[in-house]
Every structure is written in C-alpha cells, then in structure tokens.
C-alpha cells in the first residue's frame, strides 16, 4: 500500500471558522438579548415608579384636604365650646335672675330704720354696701337685720366716719355681708 497523504486541515480550519462564527452570533444574541431585558427592566421599573410617584401625589392632596377639614373641625368644636360656654352663661344669668330679685328683696326687707344705702355692689358671693345711718347704734341693726336673715351670713363693718351733713350723729359707713342661698342651707342639712 501506498502512503496516501490527505491534507485535513483546511477542512478543521472551516470547522473551527464555522464554530467561531456561531459562538460571536451566540455571543451577539444573548449580549442583544441581555440589552432587551434591561431595556425592559428599565421601562418595569420606571412605570413602578411612576405609579408610585402619582399615588404619592394623590396621597399629598388627599393629606391636604384632610389637613384642611381637620382645622375646620378645630374651628367647629372652638365654636362650639364659645357657644356652650355662652349657654352655659345665660344659663347661669337665666338660673340666678329669681335669686338676684330675691337677694334685692331681702336686702330691702332687711334694711334698717334711719339706715340709708349709697352703694350696692357685688363681687362674687361678697356683697359690699355703702350708706348713711342716723347714728352708730343704726349700722348696729343694720348688722342684726343682716345675721338674722338666711340669704346673708358673715356681716362686718369695715368702715365708720362721722358726717354732720346728714345729722348730729349720723356716720358714714361701710360694710361687707357675704351672700348665702337658703337651699343651699336647705341641702347642706
């Protein structure tokens, strides 16, 4: 037998070509692939996003809208508790009015012989009274009459002064009776 010879490496050489030229398109397939799926990851997340900037934006406008119904409820209830406090005032003025004519009555029924008032004036459950009595054994009877009633405890004299304009013997004088309530006597016992 003859030696035959055959030349096998243009042939490999084609084959090595051939694999070459499809690992470069696998190669450009997957890279052009891979660009596909970032550019769709991309618009994914990017419309995510979007989506939650506009809920966002919607939760901001409903936040001030609510904000805004939230301080017209503070202004309401502020209203509202100006008006209970008003009702609760007249209500006080409506409650007080027979006890401040009968306070006035009893003042008037307490009032002494000779003993004249100037002044009338009331803070809180004091009452302070200012007048002219004939003499000093007047503004005397003056405080029984106060003692002896049940709408005045705790009458005192805080002033005296001689004044002959009125009289020898009248005097000027001052006093203070705190007001009582004969209910709440009533309720207490």
């Not at 939650?52 to 503070?74: D, H, P």
Request: glycine fraction near 4%; include cysteine.
């Amino acid at each position: 037998m003859a030696d035959i010879k055959i030349n096998l490496l243009p042939w490999r050489q084609r084959v090595r070509e051939e694999q070459q030229r499809q690992f470069i398109n696998i190669i450009a397939g997957l890279m052009v692939l891979a660009v596909l799926c970032l550019v769709l990851l991309w618009q994914y997340y990017g419309n995510r996003i979007s989506d939650q900037e506009a809920r966002n934006r919607i939760l901001t406008s409903e936040l001030s809208v609510l904000e805004n119904k939230i301080e017209e409820i503070r202004l309401l209830q502020l209203k509202r508790k100006e008006l209970l406090d008003r009702m609760k005032v007249i209500q006080e003025l409506q409650g007080n009015r027979p006890v401040m004519v009968r306070l006035f009555d009893e003042l008037a029924r307490q009032l002494a012989a000779r003993v004249f008032f100037d002044e009338v004036r009331m803070t809180g459950e004091t009452i302070f009274v200012s007048g002219v009595a004939e003499d000093n054994n007047r503004i005397s009877n003056q405080l029984r009459n106060f003692s002896t009633s049940d709408w005045f405890v705790h009458p005192n004299v805080t002033k005296i002064d001689a004044d002959d304009r009125y009289g020898p013997l009248a005097s000027r004088f001052s006093l203070s009776v705190m007001r009582s309530s004969p209910k709440q006597k009533e309720e207490a016992e």
